[in-house]
Each structure stands twice: as C-alpha cells, then as structure tokens.
T-cell receptor
Framework: GEDVEQSLFLSVREGDSSVINCTYT??????LYWYKQEPGAGLQLLTY?????DMKQDQRLTVLLNKKDKHLSLRIADTQTGDSAIYFC?????????????FGTGTRLLVSP | GAVVSQHPSWVICKSGTSVKIECRSL??????MFWYRQFPKQSLMLMAT?????????EQGVEKDKFLINHASLTLSTLTVTSAHPEDSSFYIC????????????FGPGTRLTVT
C-alpha cells in the first residue's frame, strides 16, 4: 500500500537551517506537500511541488524532490522559535487517486533559542 | 484567502449523546470536503470524502451510521457523531478543496471532542 515515512523528531538552534526529510513509496504520486501543525490547531499548507519539478523555493522554504529515490525534503532557512511545530509531508495523485492526501507520520521540530 | 472554519473548537458530551461538528469554507466554494481524525501524537486518518450534493464516501473501517456526513452546500459540511462513546474522543479536522487549484487542500482548525 501507499506509505509515507518521516523521522519523528528534529531539534535545531535558532538561526540554523532545518532539514526535514520524507520518503514515499508510490512512484506515481503527482503532488507532494508540506503542512505545518501547531499544538491544538489544524494544518497549514506551507508549500507543494509537482512531481515534474526538482526544486521549489518560497522565501525561507526550499523543497527538494528526488523522484528516483522517492525522497522529499523541506529546508527552513534561519529557523525561528515560531517554526516549532509538527511538519507533515503528504502526497496525492498516486494510486489512492487525485482526491486523497496520504500523510506521513509527522516530524516534530523543536527550535531552541 | 482559502480559509476553512470549524465549529465548535472543542466539545464535551456525555456517552450516548450525539454531537454535530460544522466545517465551513469562508471565502471559496468547496466542491469536496474531507473529514479526518487525529489521535495524540499521530498522523491524520482520513475518515470520509464528501462532494456537494452527493453521499459521502467512507474509508474502510469507518462506520457510516456512526459518523454521519452531510455536505448540503458548497460552503458547509457537517459531521455528526451519533451515540458517542469515550473511544470516539479525538481531534476531528476537516479540509476543503475548491474548483480552482483543486490540488490544494485547506484545513480547518480542528474540533476536540471529549466523551465522558
């Protein structure tokens, strides 16, 4: 079945760069997303990338996609304490169809001052 | 733009009662809405997909008679947890997708349900 995996935890110091990694199994995935969830809140769409792209940059966020290895990463430059949250990667357009999002397990990012 | 609201944000109810949760797209028409459930420190589990004016499609293992979904308009979907039990206590999150940029899904802030 479809599977999206992430490391559970990442700790960085304020001002450093954070890199959150994600691997997926469905090679037919069309869209790959990064969402942010703060405690007790819903999910905020941060950015997404189409499968025919290798990289997308949006202000402090850089998404890299290695389609051959089915590996997605999110780099946050100049990480701030307000970036502390859980980050979910998700994919759609693969075997589960265009409508559904398949979520990863989530990575808890802790930013210390 | 692309704001989704949920009401209530939290609710406590007694076992055996029913609870209704509303999900609204505030500034766009949502042709499709999704309902998720999230347990503490876990990822989101898709419960059902609803398209406006038609019956919801439930994921395997989700009881359709227990979790009633109504998507009566392009801006409103409701989830009713019927005859709630303590094991139904969870964080319920809805999301919505519009016609334009339909590959983007926007999430509500979630509703925490506690059944006593």
């Amino acid at each position: 079945g479809e599977d999206v995996e992430q490391s559970l935890f990442l700790s960085v110091r304020e001002g450093d760069s954070s890199v959150i990694n994600c691997t997926y199994t469905d090679s037919s995935s069309t869209y790959l997303y990064w969402y942010k969830q703060e405690p007790g809140a819903g999910l905020q769409l941060l950015t997404y990338i189409f499968s025919n792209m290798d990289m997308k940059q949006d202000q402090r966020l850089t998404v890299l996609l290695n389609k051959k290895d089915k590996h997605l990463s999110l780099r946050i430059a100049d990480t701030q304490t307000g970036d502390s949250a859980i980050y979910f990667c998700a994919e759609s357009g693969g075997r589960t169809g265009f409508q559904k999002l398949v979520f990863g397990t989530g990575t808890r990012l802790l930013v210390s001052p | 733009g692309a704001v989704v609201s949920q009401h209530p944000s939290w609710v406590i109810c007694k076992s055996g009662t029913s609870v209704k949760i509303e999900c609204r797209s505030l500034d766009f028409q949502a042709t499709t809405m999704f309902w998720y459930r999230q347990f503490p420190k876990q990822s989101l589990m898709l419960m059902a997909t609803s398209n406006e004016g038609s019956k919801a499609t439930y994921e395997q293992g989700v009881e359709k008679d227990k979790f009633l979904i109504n998507h009566a308009s392009l801006t409103l979907s409701t989830l009713t947890v019927t005859s709630a039990h303590p094991e139904d206590s969870s964080f319920y999150i809805c999301s919505a997708r519009g016609l334009r940029r339909s590959y983007e899904q926007y999430f509500g802030p979630g509703t925490r349900l506690t059944v006593t």
